[in-house]
């Protein structure tokens, strides 16, 4: 072998080395996550809004931090108060999450009135950014009261795996047979292949769910309902894509090494959850 074929067989051992890396990395920390999530989502509804309060001031915290890029200059101290009392508020009466509503926007309006600086785009971000996080992801917090024991933390945490398989589906096919892009402008790395694999993912927890007959839903429910929750989960993701490249950034944040900010972990829980939680009352499960 000549001085040239060892430069070049030299970067890809490199480059296979840093993939691996990334990848141990990637997965440890995302072990990490999903391992704290679902032992809250196990002791019951308190550990649950706790940890969903916690991740929800995060959120807001990073959606903010983006939207300050943006030139916009939300409220922090209002939105972040609201993010983290959503979910906690589910654990008096599930009515409290209208208060809180009601509460905040009153208090933007007041903020708007008395500032004459502050304008309409700053209290639209504000108002946005606890609702697209904290208000959202109350979704985790009723679908874990609303049905006790080990039951309802079962159904919980299929709800989230229905995603995370979803998302894990998705990355699986999409870098081995994507070639039509979903959404280039805003995800490049989204296919049409990947979709159609995320979808096949959630389906199948959701399959899993319905074969232990514990919550009374039929193979139908349990298929329409992974399809549901796969697809709004994907649109969470792109909304949360279609944010940051507005404003230039790849990640919302560097909280999760491989991940990215506790934003980019939530965002296809933001929306699928809340999917996930309708679709259950609907259907007469809870």
């Keep these: 072998m000549d001085t040239k074929d060892t430069n070049v067989a030299a970067p890809s051992a490199k480059s ?10 990637r997965a440890g920390f995302g072990l990490i996550y999903a391992g704290l999530f679902i032992a809250c989502l196990a002791l019951g509804t308190i550990p649950t809004a706790v940890f969903i309060s916690a991740m929800s001031w995060l959120c807001c915290y990073e959606f903010f931090r983006m939207v300050r890029l943006d030139g916009k200059v939300p409220n922090e101290f209002l939105g972040l108060v609201a993010a983290v009392l959503f979910p906690l508020s589910v654990l008096v009466d599930a009515v409290w999450l209208t208060v809180l509503n ?7 309006g007041l903020w708007y009135v008395w500032s004459p600086r502050t304008r309409m785009a700053d209290v639209a971000v504000t108002a946005f950014g606890p609702i ?3 208000y959202m992801l109350s979704a985790v917090v009723l679908l874990r009261e609303a049905v006790p024991g080990l039951e309802g933390a079962l159904l919980s945490i299929g709800v989230c795996a229905s995603l995370w398989i979803s998302d894990s589906f998705a990355y699986m096919v999409g870098s081995r047979l994507g070639k039509h ?3 280039p402008k805003i995800s490049p790395n ?5 979709f159609v694999g995320g979808l096949i993912g959630s389906v199948l927890i959701w399959v899993i769910l319905w074969a232990t007959g514990l919550y009374g839903f039929d193979l139908w429910f349990a298929a329409v309902a992974g ?3 796969g697809v709004m989960g994907v649109f969470g993701d792109l909304i949360e894509s279609r944010i940051k490249r507005g404003v230039g950034v790849k990640d919302s944040g560097h909280l999760i090494p491989g991940h990215g900010g506790m934003l980019d972990r939530s965002d296809s829980l933001i929306f699928g959850c809340i999917t996930a939680y309708l679709l259950l009352h609907i259907g007469g499960v809870l």
């Design 102 to 108: 009601f509460l905040l926007v009153l208090s933007l």
């Design 16 to 25: 296979a080395s840093s993939r691996l890396h990334s990848f141990i990395v």
């Design 181 to 183: 892009k979903m959404a």
């Design 132 to 134: 697209y996080t904290g």
């Design 190 to 194: 989204k296919s049409w292949e990947g």
């Design 227 to 229: 399809v549901a929750v």
